[in-house]
């Protein structure tokens, strides 16, 4: 009796059904990438990232907008790092590298570093020395990184590091690799399988510019197969004090709370500043005060905790409001978590913090306003 119960009830968890394990990029779009059957897939199932309505922000812009997020800070190591990573380090395998280098702000060495680990190499980070977020350092070290961290910033970093490639048995995995971009790409893919179609607007935070190139290749590839029928205005933000893009020249110093995005000679603005024009998009700065608004905003109002530069997407996108035509389908694309810059959530929050309280019911019940 007992026995047919049991047998029973495994028919019908049998054939309840399951979904099946996101098998990681590469896997999922493997006809879209410079993959062969000599490539060693070196993955940690990243991408497959949810696209997250914003109903919050639609109340603000009304006119029927729709306004989702393309949450990246979910990929394994936290940022959308980990699509280019996994292509790079793959091909970097095939070619038989043993190590890689980068310079970073903190989230492309994180990824570095743990995807070189995968594939079993050595991974040499250089970091502007004091303007890495903890979380992302974090990551560095556990991951197993060599770490050097320079007196001086991310652009300095990422000019030694180019050289060195070209010296030493290293193979440079920062956004000038071209299967870095190949790998982040694949966002824009999800967007539309998701979506159906390419949003109005992509609105993306813009540092070294790689990712707003590689969307708009994915962008580009789905509209040439006819897979979508449109091709959305790529809108791109960097934070006031550190908006090269922006004012059209390099900034020696740049300045923001959005460390992420602390670059002052993007690497990759010829290619941002072709995306532009042929997307009939446009660039704008925010100020560090409307990025940790809009920070506040997600964490507060729709459960989503991204990183400052992360949020400078949603801080533009308000900034353009007006702009924004009726009925618009438009995705802002969160690079990074928000456990990636624990200091910045520290220091910025509204949150209702008692501390040093009796441990007694009474005293705690009173504390709460009952
Ligand atoms: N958002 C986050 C969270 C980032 O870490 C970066 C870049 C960007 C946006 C900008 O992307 O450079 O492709 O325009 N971080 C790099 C790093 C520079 O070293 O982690 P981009």
Redesign the pocket.
């Known amino acids: 009796m007992v026995k047919q119960i049991l047998n029973n009830l495994k028919t019908k968890l049998i054939l309840k059904p399951v979904y099946k394990q996101w098998p990681g990029l590469i896997k999922a779009y493997k006809e879209w990438l410079p993959i062969t059957n000599n490539t060693p897939i070196i993955s940690l199932q990243e991408g497959g990232t949810p696209l997250i309505e914003l109903k919050s922000i639609n109340k603000i812009i009304g006119n029927n907008v729709k306004v989702y997020a393309k949450y990246d800070g979910l990929n394994p190591t936290g940022?959308?790092?980990d699509r280019g990573m996994t292509m790079a380090i793959s091909k970097a395998k095939e070619e038989g590298c043993k190590a890689v280098i980068c310079?970073?702000?903190?989230?492309?060495?994180a990824a570095a570093a743990a995807y070189a680990k995968k594939g079993d190499m050595r991974s040499f980070v250089l970091i502007p020395d004091g303007y890495v977020a903890q979380g992302k350092l974090a990551q560095a070290l556990v991951y197993g990184a060599e770490i050097i961290a320079i007196k001086g910033n991310?652009d300095k970093a990422l000019s030694i590091v180019q050289e060195m490639s070209k010296e030493f048995p290293v193979t440079l995995v920062n956004?000038v690799n071209p299967y870095r971009l190949e790998g982040q790409k694949t966002a824009a893919f999800e967007i539309i399988d998701a979506l159906g179609e390419a949003p109005d607007w992509l609105c993306i935070?813009?540092?070294?510019?790689?990712?707003?190139s590689a969307y708009w290749i994915g962008f580009n590839e789905y509209f040439k197969k006819g897979i979508s029928k449109k091709l959305p205005r790529m809108m791109g933000f960097q934070a006031e004090g550190s908006a090269p893009l922006v004012l059209g020249k390099t900034i020696e110093n740049p300045e923001t709370i959005a460390t992420?995005?602390r670059?002052g000679n993007?690497v990759n603005k010829e290619k941002a500043y072709i995306v532009k024009k042929e997307s009939e998009g446009k660039f704008n700065s925010v100020t560090d005060e409307e990025i940790i608004k809009a920070y506040k905003l997600l964490g507060k109002e729709e459960g989503i905790f991204c990183?400052p530069?992360?949020a400078s997407s949603i801080a533009g996108l308000l900034k353009l409001k007006k702009e924004i035509p009726k009925n618009a389908v438009i995705v802002c694309v969160l690079?990074?978590n928000g456990l990636k810059d624990p200091d910045c959530a520290i220091k910025n929050n509204d949150a209702v913090f008692k501390s040093g309280i009796e441990p007694d019911l009474e005293i705690v019940a009173k504390n709460m306003g009952f």
């Open positions: 940022s959308f790092k310079a970073s702000t903190g989230n492309t060495s991310f956004s935070p813009m540092g070294n510019a790689g990712n707003i992420a995005i670059i993007p990183e530069a992360s690079t990074g």
